[in-house]
T-cell receptor, first 114, second 112 residues
Framework: ETGVTQTPRHLVMGMTNKKSLKCEQH?????MYWYKQSAKKPLELMFV???????ENNSVPSRFSPECPNSSHLFLHLHTLQPEDSALYLC?????????????FGPGTRLTVL | KQEVTQIPAALSVPEGENLVLNCSFT??????LQWFRQDPGKGLTSLLL?????REQTSGRLNASLDKSSGRSTLYIAASQPGDSATYLC???????????FGTGTRLKVLA
């Protein structure tokens, strides 16, 4: 276990649904990340939060909406997704977002959009 | 724009072999490089983190080296075991970005 948990582990949703992914870290870290992993493609960084403030939005469509209510929790709110959004969504955390820090990943949420 | 390449894409070896996985990157101005392991359908497990000022890091049977000037890193696995079967990813944090750029990984299978 890495100290980063994600729920749900699997999610199937229609294009008109609204759902949320949850990430929680028990490491006392100050930075949290959302990544997308699609088949046959490298991991792509989506968002970075540092001390609950969004510091990076990597050109992600607005149908993905992150929320970081405190330094231990990170959400990804989903609405009107497309089938090509089906992927493994990974959350990670690090002590802070500076360059010396190792990132710890959760197990991911496997999302299927019908 | 930083690009990270991992070769080979897949590798199958008999148990007990020593093996080398390769990672190359196009922009040598990096802060650090991290090697991860990913089991099928699972998240990533950090294996080794090498800062730009370091040449190598070791953990158990794993040794990672970094040659910044040539844009290369290798992950050496000694005495491979079936439990080492997984996809191995390298990620590079380019200077000034604080973002990791990932390679597509090497899928390793160690045969018993």
């Amino acid at each position: 276990e890495t100290g980063v948990t994600q729920t749900p582990r699997h999610l199937v949703m229609g294009m008109t649904n609204k759902k949320s992914l949850k990430c929680e870290q028990h490491l006392g870290h100050n930075a949290m990340y959302w990544y997308k992993q699609s088949a046959k493609k490298p991991l792509e960084l989506m968002f970075v939060y540092s001390l609950e403030e969004r510091v990076e939005n990597n050109s992600v469509p607005s149908r993905f909406s992150p929320e970081c209510p405190n330094s231990s929790h990170l959400f990804l709110h989903l609405h009107t997704l497309q089938p090509e959004d089906s992927a493994l969504y990974l959350c990670a955390s690090s002590q802070d977002r500076w360059r010396e820090n190792e990132q710890f990943f959760g197990p991911g949420t496997r999302l299927t959009v019908l | 724009k930083q690009e990270v390449t991992q070769i080979p894409a897949a590798l199958s070896v008999p148990e007990g072999e020593n093996l080398v996985l390769n990672c190359s990157f196009t922009d040598s101005a990096i802060y650090n490089l991290q090697w991860f392991r990913q089991d099928p359908g699972k998240g990533l497990t950090s294996l080794l983190l090498i800062q730009s000022s370091q040449r190598e890091q070791t953990s158990g049977r794993l040794n990672a080296s970094l040659d910044k000037s040539s844009g290369r890193s290798t992950l050496y696995i000694a005495a491979s075991q079936p439990g080492d079967s997984a996809t191995y990813l390298c990620a590079v944090m380019t200077s000034g970005t604080y973002k990791y750029i990932f390679g597509t990984g090497t899928r390793l299978k160690v045969l018993a």
